[in-house]
């Protein structure tokens, strides 16, 4: 595998269910993000994980739960979610974050929730 | 607050036609600006950027050039092919606060017909 990996690729579930996305980068890089696409709306980003640390969680509900594990791994878990939940998660990775040395994101192919 | 507003789709072309597709930005401070783009059923990819006004980045035929004064990004294409259909997405990139701050567009989505 290469790149930035995600699974599932597509993803239905109810308000009540508890579930995980993931996301695997093979780039070798120390950040990792998480954004939402939904339809007609800007990329929102989520979370911004940089050496396995959260440096960054623009006021996202607690019903979504990152979980960084090690530089290679990010994973977001869902429970008891709602049906404005449902939109494409996209995870990105990058070499660094920070004030200088910013490079591109590398984004992976996106989970396509769908909440019921 | 900081963003950036792209021209609403969906375009449609012909092959061969020209394209623009408009981004402009508001923002404190002198931002990065980039274009992505997102193939059907793919994740997004750095398609060209630029980092101080005047610049101008490009790829793949695709360019866009750094306007400080008009505070825009427009990102313009000469002959375009089906293959460029897909959905354009201008961002801008500034320091904030010790981290760095990504934001997106609303996208534009690309059609091009044979």
């Given at each position: 595998e290469t790149g930035v990996t995600q699974t599932p690729r597509h993803l239905v579930m109810g308000m009540t269910n508890k579930k995980s996305l993931k996301c695997e980068q093979h780039?070798?890089?120390n950040a990792m993000y998480w954004y939402k696409q939904s339809a007609k709306k800007p990329l929102e980003l989520m979370f911004v994980y940089s050496l396995e640390e959260?440096?960054?969680?623009?006021?996202?509900?607690?019903?979504f739960s990152p979980e960084c594990p090690n530089s290679s791994h990010l994973f977001l878990h869902l429970h008891t979610?709602?049906?404005?939940?449902?939109a494409l998660y996209l995870c990105a990775s990058s070499q660094e974050v920070g004030s200088t040395g910013w490079d591109e994101q590398y984004f992976g192919p996106g989970t396509r929730l769908t909440v019921t | 607050g900081d963003s950036v507003t792209q021209m609403e789709g969906p375009v449609t072309l012909s092959e061969e036609a020209f394209l623009t597709i408009n981004c402009t930005y508001t923002a404190t401070g002198y931002p990065s600006l980039f274009w992505y783009v997102q193939y059907p059923g793919e994740g997004l990819q750095l398609l060209l950027k630029a980092t101080k006004a005047d610049d101008k980045g490009s790829n793949k035929g695709f360019e866009a050039t750094y306007r400080k004064e008009t505070t825009s990004f427009h990102l313009e294409k000469g002959s375009v092919q089906v293959s460029d259909s897909a959905v354009y997405f201008c961002a801008l990139r500034f320091p904030q606060g010790g981290s760095e701050k990504l934001v997106f567009g609303k996208g534009t989505k690309l059609t091009v017909n044979p």
């Open positions: 780039l070798g890089h959260r440096v960054e969680n623009n006021s996202v509900p607690s019903r979610l709602q049906p404005e939940d449902s | -």
